[in-house]
């Protein structure tokens, strides 16, 4: 079972930038796919970033141009870099990766989840 960490939430001011982290907890063989996830209270989980190995990612439409996923191979560790934080950006993030490991075969790992909270 492959388990994820994540780090960087916090309190931030409006305009602020936050960098979260996610990374296994152990080494893991491969990973096919990232995302970021977050949860407002009261509100449904969304989809916030998604990309696929070798391949481009893509954005909701309220973080594009703000917010930046990106992934350091030789740790297995992925990042969401978020710039001109709003209000509206408050929630707890997830981190989620898909791939394949020993020994248990394909797996999809969830972060336990870190809250950013913008506000002045």
């Known amino acids: 079972q492959v388990q994820l960490v994540e780090s960087g939430g916090g309190l931030v001011e409006p305009g602020g930038s936050l960098t979260l982290s996610c990374a296994p907890a152990?080494?893991?063989?491969?990973?096919?796919?990232m995302a970021w996830y977050r949860q407002a209270p009261g509100r449904q989980r969304e989809l916030v970033a998604y990309g696929i190995s070798g391949g481009s990612t893509n954005y909701t439409d309220s973080v594009k141009g703000r917010f930046y996923a990106s992934r350091d191979n030789s740790k297995n560790t992925v990042y969401l870099q978020m710039n001109n934080l709003k209000p509206e950006d408050t929630a707890v993030y997830y981190c989620?990766?898909?791939?394949?490991?020993?020994?248990?075969?394909?797996?999809?790992?969830w972060g336990q989840g870190t809250q950013v909270t913008v506000s002045s």
């Open positions: 152990s080494n893991i063989f491969s990973i096919w796919s």
């Open positions: 989620n990766l898909r791939g394949w490991n020993y020994p248990g075969g394909e797996y999809n790992a």
